[in-house]
């Protein structure tokens, strides 16, 4: 079966291009799960514990339930049960207005005996804390051990060791659109749900199992766009299920979307890590051993991070724990776990590299055995200027001795991006000669619709606006679920697959007629001809005319041969330090992915893009704020958890990074996000001498950090 | 009410029109939301007069039929005094490409223009947004004529997920309309009060100095 083109023979894949749903995107045309407007619409809305650890004791809806425009409350929970987080769903409603809904919850008495609780790390490690979890005798889990190689041997032959604490705050989702659903029945037993997720067939089979719906296929999950998931969309969640239900007893369609309020507190977040490691090197810069402890919480789900990362180290003691804490679980992330341990090993590594008085690029060279990234070190300290920075942290010519202090770093990325089996893609050329790609897979926002687009068009080498690409349905062929980064490497084979299988069956047909044998035909620049006889060659609209009935119509299924997996990357980073403020502004990026066989350069460099800004928010704002007095968080909301806006937009120097030897598909959706955070903080400490350990970078604690290094000296 | 019957309408297919939805409130683009029951009392309400005595200040109660002027059209929605402008596009007259994203004034993508100033419709009032010029996204272009800020979304990828775009077009075309040669700055304050979760930033501002530069004709 034939791979994918050379990009020099490609006329659309390869070639920067426009998403096909940006027209509608741009009009507000797009209907996402929150825009979904039906005959008789109700609005849904959930009550959720205030308490970060209580027991109910009573649940009264009597009143709700009277009030007008109320036409479904449903509880969940019963007196007695254990409330373990803030955002904990006890029931929810359906009124004829949002705002009614709003009414009868507040309308709802829950009585509470309220129960110590926990919601910090720090707190929740003491001996004698509230126990979280019914079975446990505390809040730390057994310890999840790596270890390889002889320890104290390798610190023997250290020349060179450094120790350190590192962190990283627990962070949220914060896609934009909110988790939620818009359920309508079409039957007792038939139930469409338009969801913003990033699975509909895991929605789908989530609903049907817990509606008890056989067969599943009776329930529809529509998701045509979404407002972004992050790694936390991928269920139908308590949400999706309580709409149904709500739309049943109400006998009429739903729409459930949780408050940026909830979604802050109930539907995920990151895990947080912190770390004490000792890390020796040799004379020559390579890693000769490491001991590290981890700790960190996902509230009343665990943690736990690759360590050590992306660097091999040969002498490793690794211990980590979970730490149980009165607060929301933590779900998959844009990288989950990664850019924590991203963060924990490059700054140890900087640190490391400082103390042993060696260039920490040099160090990285020597101990990172891949020969693309070690590529992408050499090409990004070429763009960046590596070469003005500082010899010396907070002394040279780039940082000087005014208020402003400038510096750079780097870290370095890595990730998997290959696919899997079980994609279902259908091609349709019909008889006018327009194209239609089929399957039921979603587009989380990377633009998997344009590329399955692309790839039939280039397949039947007609213009991808004689394409159109149905997406996001499950009565569609199946879809893999999009995290990992797997969607491209899994959907993309398949559509490749179906186009050939199409463009066969069109060829076979109107052969015959052309007095040619079907190998000899071949479908480019919008004209079907001979190969041998090029006299012989007919529109390709023309030769659609030509088909039977039935059009020709093509499936295929996921091909191992044209995707590949792992994928490096580099990133570094130029910061200024305001000294009197403690002030960080990034000043320029400089990413380099590769990523297998590019299929549309122009949404790659946006996911490069993407990825660095959330890493941007990580070093500097990201940070679920805790309050142990009173158990709840203090910023559920957009203007104190603070994401990055286009004021601290730093220069950008994406580099969609060509891997001549790729010969599949690959998805880079989160590689680029890892080593953002921690390049900033190196060059923070490289403008400054200031060593900052843990992320969010605040004002607060480079002040302090400042004020550390000048009482050291 | 006869309209309350076909609130209940059936469709038999995944696809919902606006046409069928509005219907469904009750009728054509003097739309009129009909939720309320009988034993509601429904005001009118009337635009302020500007300035407002203390005489003239009116006390709404129940449901109130607002007239508003939006994307050149008169429509007439049934809400409450409470009900945001936001509330009332999205659920009343199914105008859904201003998104509600933080319903609180803090990120923007419910920016539509008042009488050609970007406002975040969630932190308006529909009942104090009579008597004003209200444009959506959706009064800017169609997707088969957009405005050039619009293509140049498209065209430099300046939208990932999408949900931030609307806010972002009717920042941008907010800025182009009183700035015809904007520079990079200008568009990041421009758009400082919107925010994007998947990072499109960049790209928006290429779009926003590339739509100007064709709107100058340059
Ligand atoms: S929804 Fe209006 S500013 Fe966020
Ligand atoms: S494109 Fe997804 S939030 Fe901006």
């Not at chain 1, 045309?29 to 004791?57: F, Q, T, V, W």
């Not at chain 1, 000087?400 to 290959?418: Q, V």
């Not at chain 2, 009064?139 to 050039?148: A, N, V, W, Y």
Request: charged letters at 20%; hydrophobic letters at 35%; one cysteine or more.
């Amino acid at each position: 079966m034939p791979g994918w083109k050379k990009p020099s023979e490609n006329s659309v894949l390869g070639k920067p291009t426009p998403r096909l749903d940006g027209p509608d995107k741009a009009t507000g045309r797009a209907k996402y799960a929150y825009d979904i407007n039906l005959p008789g619409l109700l609005h849904g809305m959930i009550l959720r514990s205030p308490h970060a650890h209580a027991e109910i004791e009573s649940i009264d809806a009597s009143a709700a339930e009277k009030m007008p425009g109320v036409k479904a409350v449903i509880i969940t929970a019963k007196a007695g049960d254990r409330m373990r987080f803030q955002g904990q769903e006890i029931g929810a409603v359906a009124a004829e207005t949002i705002e009614r809904a709003e009414d009868a919850i507040r309308a709802i008495k829950v009585r509470y005996k309220v129960l110590p609780h926990v919601v910090h790390e720090s707190v929740a490690m003491k001996p004698g804390a509230p126990v979280v979890r019914n079975n446990d005798q505390t809040n730390l889990s057994e310890p999840n051990r790596t270890e390889r190689g002889n320890v104290t041997a390798g610190f023997a032959a250290a020349k060179t060791i450094s120790e350190g604490s590192y962190g990283c705050e627990v962070r949220t989702h914060l896609p934009l659109e909110t988790h939620g659903v818009t359920c309508r029945w079409d039957g007792p037993d038939k139930l469409t749900c338009w969801a913003s997720t990033q699975g509909v067939f895991s929605v789908r089979d989530e609903l049907a199992n817990a509606l008890g719906i056989q067969p599943a296929s009776n329930v529809t999950v529509i998701t045509e766009v979404m407002g972004g998931g992050f790694g936390s969309k991928f269920g139908a969640g308590y949400e999706g299920v309580i709409c149904a239900r709500l739309a049943k007893a109400a006998n009429a369609p739903v729409k459930l979307m949780l408050t940026r309020y909830e979604e802050q507190l109930a539907v995920g977040n990151e895990r947080s890590g912190h770390m004490k490691i000792r890390i020796g090197a040799d004379a020559e810069g390579k890693i000769t051993a490491m001991e590290a402890t981890i700790h960190g919480s996902g509230g009343i789900a665990g943690a736990g991070v690759p360590f050590p990362y992306i660097y091999p180290v040969e002498n490793v003691k690794v211990e980590q724990r979970s730490v149980y804490m009165h607060t929301g679980p933590s779900r998959a992330w844009r990288a989950p776990g990664h850019t924590v341990a991203s963060f924990l090993m490059e700054c140890a590594l900087e640190d490391l590299a400082i103390k042993a008085g060696i260039d920490p690029l040099e160090l990285r060279l020597k101990n990172d055995p891949t020969p693309m990234r070690q590529k992408q070190w050499r090409e990004g300290a070429r763009l960046i200027g590596w070469e003005r920075r500082n010899p010396r942290p907070g002394q040279g010519p780039l940082a000087g001795n005014g208020r402003y202090r400038r510096g750079l770093g780097c870290g370095a990325a890595i990730w998997g991006g290959g696919g899997g089996p079980g994609s279902q893609c259908r091609v349709t050329i019909n008889r006018d000669g327009t194209v239609l790609v089929e399957i039921g897979v979603q587009d989380i926002g990377t633009g998997t619709r344009t590329y399955c687009g692309m790839i039939a068009a280039e397949e039947l080498g007609i213009p991808l606006k004689s394409v159109r690409a149905s997406i996001g349905k499950t009565y569609l062929g199946y879809g893999v679920p999009s995290g990992g980064s797997v969607t491209t490497a899994s959907t993309a084979p398949a559509v490749k697959r179906a186009a050939e299988a199409a463009k066969k069956s069109l060829l076979e047909q109107v052969a015959p007629q052309m007095g040619v044998s079907p190998d000899d035909l071949e479908c480019a620049g919008g004209k079907v001809f001979s190969r041998t006889d090029p006299a012989k060659s007919v529109s390709f609209k023309e030769a659609c005319a030509r088909l039977g009935m039935e059009g020709a119509v093509g499936n295929g299924t996921w091909a191992r041969e044209l995707q590949q997996s792992g994928v490096a990357g580099a990133q570094f980073a130029e910061v200024s330090v305001d000294i009197e403020t403690g002030h960080v502004k990034v000043l320029k990026i400089v990413a380099l992915q590769d990523g297998g066989v590019i299929l549309n350069p122009l949404t790659f460099k946006s996911q490069i893009n993407g990825g660095v800004i959330m890493g941007i928010g990580m070093a500097l704002f990201e940070d679920r704020h805790m309050c142990q007095i009173t158990g709840r968080m203090v910023n559920p909301n957009m203007e104190f958890y603070q994401i990055p806006g286009t004021m601290e937009m730093p220069e950008f120097v994406s580099v969609p990074f060509e891997n001549p030897d790729a010969t599949g598909v690959t998805g880079i959706g989160e590689p680029p996000v890892i080593p953002t955070a921690a390049a900033i903080r190196n060059a923070v400490l490289n403008a400054t001498g200031a060593y900052v350990n843990t992320a969010p970078i605040t004002p607060a604690r480079v002040l302090q950090a400042l004020a550390d290094a000048r009482r050291r000296g | 009410m006869s309209e309350e019957k076909n609130d209940r309408l059936e469709s038999s297919n995944g696809d919902v029109s606006r046409r069928q939805f509005l219907k469904g409130l009750g009728g054509g683009i003097a739309v009129t939301g009909v939720l309320a029951t009988a034993t509601e009392t429904e005001t009118e309400a009337h635009p302020a007069p500007e300035p407002a005595s203390a005489s003239a200040v009116q006390r709404l109660r129940g449901k109130v039929r607002v007239r508003l002027n939006i994307n050149g059209q008169e429509m007439t929605a049934l809400v409450e005094p409470r009900t945001t402008l936001l509330n009332t596009l999205r659920d009343h007259l199914d105008l859904t490409g201003a998104k509600k994203v933080c319903d609180r004034g803090s990120c923007g993508c419910c920016t539509v223009l008042v009488n050609d100033k970007p406002v975040y419709s969630c932190m308006m009032l529909a009942v104090d947004a009579q008597g004003k010029k209200i444009t959506t996204v959706e009064g800017l272009g169609t997707p088969e004529k957009m405005s050039p800020v619009q293509e140049a979304f498209v065209e430099h990828d300046a939208l990932m997920c999408g949900f931030c775009t609307p806010g972002f077009v009717v920042s941008c075309t907010a800025l182009l309309q009183k700035n015809r040669n904007p520079s990079l700055e200008d568009v990041k304050k421009a758009c400082s009060g919107n925010v994007c979760r998947c990072g499109t930033y960049p790209h928006i501002f290429e779009a926003a100095l590339a739509a100007a530069k064709k709107m100058r004709g340059a």
